[in-house]
């Protein structure tokens, strides 16, 4: 037997080994998939008034799944008996009918004013597990890690990531050989075959891929010592590599360029927007401690040097980047973003100071403490659905009190219109409040607040946003245009005898649509054709098959073209003067009538591009 097949025995013995060695983290995967079978048998009609209950029970199993595969290695870690197994087992048991009863009775989300029609599981419930998965994982990653003689944090976690990547691997190989057989079953041998087969196929590769994963890991049992660890925990050549010659270098740069940031910032102040800024230094933060316990036992220069500046540099980094969030919260107030962002700031300040204090020794207790992170994150009055909210309340109540829009715990309309930076600020509160899902609001704002007319109703002015540049900073505009809606209203066609309809996307070219109507001088066969390329409309209409009228939408263009300019913020109401279009020839008379039109130039690529969506078509025989 060569090397490789005893390779891929090995893991498929491990694999199979899984049942025994994490029965209850096996049985909970066994039972997602069942639970997918099911859903993958019913259709959605069928499946509708369970479909709160699946969602339950697959969160269920996903978390006792992972439970399971923590508190049984702290059984083999801590005590190795039979009985702190079986009560390990127990536990990753209870885990989901715990998990399942608390999603089932208080987990779910009632049809409310966002027109949600079945219950379904709250995003507030679905976060708390994925908390609970991650946390479990992590305190799975730091028992993985002992006894101390045999491993660390760092090797655990380097473990952990080669069981994900191989096991994917092997499961995106298993994937494609049996879709492979199933596609030449039923393209050669049965072709009324269902595609649920290849949903079926998918679950049970999905569930021999985590058993695979399970798999790889060593024998976690106390004193015992599994010859297959060293090996399991060995950064692989091609790894080394890759973090040496390619990560490495590519963190050292984005250091570099926030570095070179802080100095501008220093200089000239802030000139990115605080949405970019916040993403790119999580990117940096997350990634680098990433990256930094990755490399602990990379022997090479440039991995040691790495090791040395990255916390420093964070520091600094993370420092200014600390100004540009007072920065925000000042103008905007507390909101998801600004509450993440604060949340991942003290968590990565924590770590790297952690980092040069301790260094490879810091580790767990990163760990830790991102846990407590994710812990705090989906707690009452301080998570992530809490905090922001009754923080906007608070701005959004001071606000509204110093304009006597609020008296008395009543909302009374402004009897002069507030200042812009005012108006943009309700309008922001309003906006977030109105659509926060599980929020606890004051009595005085009611469901329909953040819709247009109750806002103007109540408040006595219309919404009004800041600029997107103030979220999302400046950046070169290479696309311009205009876009027209059709105003609400209503107007007279009595001079017309048919209203025609044309529904795009019927015809035989993408975007067109034909027709036929009987008329006193024969049949006019209509034609709305659509260029693939530009997206221009030209209608074309036969008397008889003899084209009588071929028109393109070039003329309306121009005319449109005249009376706005061509801006990065193109949104306007249109009237029924600019949304229609008059054709006519010695046959017939035409009105055309648009919903919405949309033009533009890519100033980059020198291209125009159109879009006309037609509401409807009135002719008349002259």
């Not at 200089?267 to 990117?283: D, E, N, P």
């Not at 247009?452 to 999302?472: A, C, R, S, V």
């Not at 059709?486 to 209203?499: C, K, P, Q, S, T």
């Amino acid at each position: 037997m060569s090397a490789f097949t005893r390779s891929i025995s090995k893991v498929f013995e491990s694999a199979i080994g899984t049942f025994k060695t994490f029965p209850a983290s096996i049985a909970s995967a066994v039972g997602f998939a069942v639970v997918t079978m099911i859903r993958i048998q019913l259709d959605w009609p069928e499946q509708e008034a369970y479909n709160f209950l699946f969602n339950c029970l697959h969160l269920a199993f996903a978390v006792g799944a992972i439970f399971s595969l923590a508190a049984i290695t702290a059984a083999k870690v801590k005590f190795n008996s039979a009985k702190a197994f079986l009560i390990a087992n127990l536990l990753g048991v209870a885990s989901v009918v715990v998990t399942f009863l608390l999603l089932y009775f208080f987990g779910g989300s009632e049809p409310d004013r966002w027109a949600n029609m079945i219950v379904r599981v709250s995003g507030l419930a679905a976060a708390r597990v994925s908390v609970v998965i991650a946390v479990s994982l992590l305190s799975f990653i730091i028992l993985a890690a002992q006894p101390k003689e045999q491993s660390d944090f760092s090797r655990a976690f380097l473990m952990t990531h080669k069981a994900f990547f191989i096991a994917m691997i092997y499961g995106a190989v298993i994937m494609a050989g049996t879709s492979g057989v199933a596609g030449a079953v039923q393209a050669l041998l049965y072709r009324q075959m269902s595609s649920k087969v290849y949903q079926y196929i998918g679950t049970i590769v999905g569930f021999l891929t985590y058993t695979i994963f399970v798999g790889y890991f060593p024998d976690f049992r106390k004193g015992v010592v599994d010859d297959r660890r060293e090996n399991l925990q060995k950064q692989p050549r091609f790894i080394e590599v890759l973090f040496e010659f390619i990560m490495i270098p590519i963190a050292l740069a984005l250091t570099v360029v926030l570095l070179i940031w802080t100095g501008k910032t220093l200089v000239a102040g802030q000139g990115a927007s605080f949405m970019r800024l916040a993403g790119i230094a999580t990117s940096y933060a997350v990634g680098g401690i990433w990256l930094h316990i990755m490399v602990t036992h990379n022997t090479s220069n440039l991995a040691k040097f790495y090791r040395k500046i990255y916390p420093f540099a964070a520091l600094l980094i993370l420092a200014f980047e600390a100004w540009a969030l007072i920065v925000q919260l000042n103008r905007f107030g507390m909101k998801s973003v600004e509450y993440s962002f604060l949340l991942m700031w003290i968590v990565a300040v924590s770590a790297v100071v952690l980092l040069i204090l301790r260094k490879d020794k810091a580790h767990v207790l990163i760990a830790l403490l991102v846990s407590s992170a994710a812990l705090v994150s989906v707690l009452p009055l301080v998570g992530y659905h809490s905090l922001p909210v009754r923080s906007q309340i608070s701005r959004l109540e001071n606000l509204l009190v110093s304009e006597n829009i609020l008296k008395d715990g009543t909302l009374v309309p402004a009897t002069q219109e507030p200042e812009r930076s005012v108006r943009e600020a309700i309008t922001d509160s309003v906006t977030f409040l109105a659509y926060a899902e599980n929020a606890n609001l004051p009595a005085w704002f009611s469901d329909e607040l953040g819709q247009p007319n109750n806002f103007k109703t109540q408040l006595g002015f219309e919404q009004i946003w800041p600029d997107p540049e103030d979220y999302f900073g400046e950046a070169p505009q290479e696309v311009m245009g205009v876009s027209l809606m059709l105003a609400n209203g209503a107007f007279e066609i009595e001079d017309y005898r048919w209203a025609v309809k044309l529904q795009n996307y019927e015809g035989k070219e993408p975007g067109s649509a034909e027709t036929v109507v009987e008329g006193d001088r024969g049949t006019y066969k209509i034609n709305w054709i659509v260029d693939t390329v530009s997206g221009m409309p030209t209608l074309e209409i036969r008397l008889n098959d003899q084209v009588i009228l071929e028109e393109s939408m070039h003329a309306y263009f121009d005319r449109i073209s005249g009376s706005y300019e061509l801006g990065p913020r193109p949104y306007n109401e249109g009237t029924l003067e600019e949304m229609s279009h008059k054709l006519e020839s010695p046959e017939i008379e035409v009105l055309l009538v648009f919903n919405n039109i949309d033009f533009n130039v890519n100033v980059k690529e020198d291209q125009m591009h159109y879009w006309i969506n037609l509401d409807m078509m009135y002719m008349r025989e002259k």
